[in-house]
Nanobody, 118 residues
Framework: VQLQASGGGLVRAGGSLRLSCEASGNIRRIGVMAWYRQAPGKERELVAV???????DYGDSVKGRFTISRDNAKNTVYLQMNRLKPEDTAVYFCSGVIVSDTGTDDYWGQGTLVTVSS
């Protein structure tokens, strides 16, 4: 099982980006999926989480600006980021609880860099 994140890039403050994270491999079921981020010199923080029932929650710093969603048919989770700020600059990681033939494990994507210029 692998998670592949994409969609990062350079954007001006106030702009938007959409991140995607696709799970592939021997997948039976995907449970909770989440996006985290880590800025230089800072600890990794939770950005948004979505359950298999599509219940969502967000970190305080992104509420009202970011939206997490999932497409179960495509084994993909998205993060729509609007009204971006320079402080949103970070490497964004996706994670998921995935059930495969070998059991249930937490998986992480490789990270995608988001840079917001002022």
């Amino acid at each position: 099982v692998q998670l592949q994140a994409s969609g990062g890039g350079l954007v001006r403050a106030g702009g938007s980006l959409r991140l995607s994270c696709e799970a592939s491999g021997n997948i039976r079921r995907i449970g909770v999926m989440a996006w985290y981020r880590q800025a230089p010199g800072k600890e990794r923080e939770l950005v948004a989480v979505i359950t298999s029932y599509e219940t969502t929650d967000y970190g305080d710093s992104v509420k009202g600006r970011f939206t997490i969603s999932r497409d179960n048919a495509k084994n993909t989770v998205y993060l729509q980021m609007n009204r971006l700020k320079p402080e949103d600059t970070a490497v964004y990681f996706c994670s998921g609880v995935i059930v495969s033939d070998t059991g249930t494990d937490d998986y992480w994507g490789q990270g995608t860099l988001v840079t917001v210029s002022s």
